[in-house]
């Protein structure tokens, strides 16, 4: 449940116009939705206008659903109460800013980084879980709309809230961060992604960096020391990594291929035994970040390894999925250098007859792309696959350099799709990794249902 926010106070938070019958300005909501199928009896529900469709086109639905008011930009006739404002989008920011303010004392952990948002968020939240009322971002809900949902939906009872803070461009994160005023800052890493508006890893770093414009008093940031360019930040409270020169790394680390993953946790002169229920070896960099984050808030150390082994995997990352005739590492929810190397990584791992990968476009990745996706082959070819299928105009560019393993391209998933039976084996692992534009879930399903 969430706590008290009256439609008066929401109002005053995005400075729109309260349009209502005596006595109703006290009324509360019970969520926050911008999808009219969400609603429910006392909803707010945010009319947004987007690319595909206009929310203010089902504003009577809403009401019918139970809304307990709308914020809308057009002075509406369809009922009452509502919230003129001019811009809808603007609205839910300030109001989900405002909502954040009513838990001054709560700890809010911030993540950020190029790779590995998603599944640290999940470690953090997993670890926080044993000892605290946790609330976390749901799947990917890490932009500009997605995280002010978030905020809006911490229960009242939230003791840590653990939010995924994602972005495309310059200003974006300071605009989070003032929704989101983080105590801590996880920073992942720094990788070649969105370049289109960022240009190179510097930029990235810089845009990245931004969570630290509105971070709360007194706050602490935790940082990848492996990642040469986060190593240059200064005031950090923790550094994680595979390397000893961290304050968190790891030791003895054995990947069985078969979601289990073991090594030994390294921190303050001590040593523990860890276990993680995952693929790749990227997600011992990840409980690294979570048992710091752990350690700052006062978390035993038992507790913190309890919570790696209740780790669950979530979405389309490094998902292994066991079909009739092959297995599938569904890693296709986004991509780019950094994480292509990594779940080749993951692929390589895996006891089989054949590896394939099946990779496709890697998108924003600016002018250097197909220098990008080249230089990205050159990993591939000295891997350790066998078979390498390359999926859309960009990712033909990664088998130019290969000249050593099987392979084969295609400029459609529909292209792809119709001859992909004649390319995988029984008994293949295989890897599906592209961006997230490209749909190989697609690929997925079809696995699926052999």
Known sequence: ????????????????????????????????????????????????????????????????????????????????????VESSTQAIKDIGEAYRKKFPNIEVVGITGSVGKTSTKEMIASVLS????????????????????????????????????????FG??????????????????IGNCHLEN????????????????????????????????????????????????????????????????????????????????????????????????????????????KGFKNYVPVGSRSRLVQTNLVRVIDDCYNANPNSVRAAVDTLVNIHAKRRVAIIGDMKELGENEIALHKEVGEYIKNSGIDVLVTVGTLAKYIAEPIDNIEKYNYDTVESALDDIDTVIHKDDVILVKASHSMHFEDIVHFFEQM
């Not at 439609?7 to 009324?27: P, T």
């Not at 969520?31 to 206009?54: C, M, Y």
């Not at 990917?140 to 995924?164: I, S």
């Open 1 to 84: 449940m969430m706590k008290e926010y009256t439609l008066r106070e929401i109002a005053q938070a995005c400075g729109g116009k309260l349009v209502c019958k005596d006595g109703e300005g006290q009324n509360t909501i019970s969520n926050v939705v911008i999808d009219s199928r969400k609603v429910t009896r006392g909803s707010l529900f945010v009319a947004i206008k987007g690319e595909r469709t206009d929310g203010h086109n089902y504003i009577v639905k809403a009401y019918d659903s139970g809304a307990a008011c709308v914020i809308t930009e057009h002075p509406s006739d369809y009922g009452e109460p509502y919230i003129l």
């Open 130 to 169: 044993e000892k605290y009322i946790v609330h976390k971002t749901q799947g990917n809900f890490n932009n500009e709309l997605g995280v002010p949902l978030t905020l809006l939906a911490m229960p009242e009872d939230t003791e840590v809230a653990v939010v995924e803070m994602g972005i495309s461009g």
């Open 172 to 189: 974006e994160m300071t605009r989070l961060s003032k929704m989101v005023r983080p105590t801590v800052c996880v920073l992942t890493n």
């Open 198 to 305: 960022l240009k190179d890893r510097d930029g990235v770093l810089k845009a990245k960096t931004e969570i630290f414009n509105y971070k709360a008093e007194d706050s602490e940031i935790i940082v990848n020391g492996d990642d040469d360019k986060l190593a240059t930040i200064e005031d950090v409270y923790y550094h994680f990594g595979l390397s000893d020169k961290n304050d968190f790394f790891a030791e003895n680390i054995k990947n069985s291929g078969e979601n289990k993953i073991t090594f030994t946790l390294c921190h303050d002169g001590k040593k523990y035994p860890a276990s993680i229920d995952a693929l790749g070896n990227y997600m011992v960099t990840n409980a690294l970040a979570a048992a710091a984050v752990g350690t700052l808030l006062n978390m035993d150390m038992d507790l913190i390894l």
